[in-house]
């Protein structure tokens, strides 16, 4: 389901609409940075419309915030950076929108591409750093890497690759990958192995899955024991 409104008013409309009917699981806004106001849209270039999409946002926050807990849906609004005009110290950045929606949310997730990924020349995809920087119902400031590869989206050989790494379930030295006894140069050909060979990635996958209580820091433990949850985690937490 996709709808492009005309203005910010619709959108946020649409996006109430959607969450009190209870028929939809997730709604993804895309961006508070291009809502565009009403006034703004019948009005004249050049003509200043400072705080609008604020107070926009403000309104439409407090009548979803009940409803959203109601139907439990969840809604998903991407923002855009900018830079404050100005600022000699401190952090420069602020996302455009106000401040309601860094209040009400409750989860605020930075993300940033560290790096580009290549096949020789070709870029191929991006490696993204996430960074939770709001966090309601756990620990905040955890960061997680992957790689966005074009036309695939996220992914899952390389997380894998990643993560076998971490619990010692590959053995990396310097370039060189040792993944069910061969010996592999490069992260990019371990990553062809892999593929070529689904069943050795299934079984490592499995493993992590068995072994991934081990990633939680002491801090998680604690967090998980408080919400009732068991620290042997099963494979439906990690779906998706």
């Known amino acids: 389901l996709i709808s492009q409104p005309d203005t910010g008013e619709q959108a946020l409309d649409i996006t109430e609409a959607l969450v009190r009917s209870g028929a939809v699981d997730v709604v993804v806004v895309d961006s508070v940075a291009a809502l565009l106001p009403r006034s703004e849209l019948e009005g004249e270039m050049g003509e200043s419309s400072v705080g609008v999409v604020a107070r926009l946002m403000s309104q439409a926050l407090r009548k979803l915030a009940g409803a959203i807990s109601k139907t439990n849906t969840v809604v998903i609004f991407i923002n855009q950076l900018r830079e404050k005009i100005g600022v000699m110290y401190g952090n420069p950045e602020t996302t455009p929108g106000g401040r309601a929606l860094k209040y009400f949310s409750s989860v605020r997730i930075d993300m940033r591409r560290i790096e580009t990924l290549k096949s020789g020349t070709e870029m191929v995809g991006n ?39 971490k619990l010692e379930l590959i053995d990396k030295a310097g370039a060189w990958f040792t993944v069910n006894g061969e010996r592999i140069q490069g992260k990019d050909k371990v990553k062809e192995y892999l593929e070529s060979n689904p069943e050795v990635a299934d079984k490592i996958e499995a493993d992590i899955r068995a072994n991934a209580h081990k990633l939680l820091t002491p801090q998680a433990r604690k967090a998980a024991i408080a919400a009732g949850r068991a620290i042997d985690i099963s494979a439906d937490d990690f779906e998706g």
Do not use: Q
Request: without cysteine; hydrophobic residues 40%; glycine residues 8%.
């Open 127 to 165: 490696r993204t750093r996430a960074k939770v920087i709001k966090n309601k119902v756990a620990p905040p400031f955890k960061e997680a890497e992957f790689d966005i590869i074009y036309g695939e989206g996220i992914s899952k050989v390389s997380e894998i690759i990643d993560l076998g790494v």
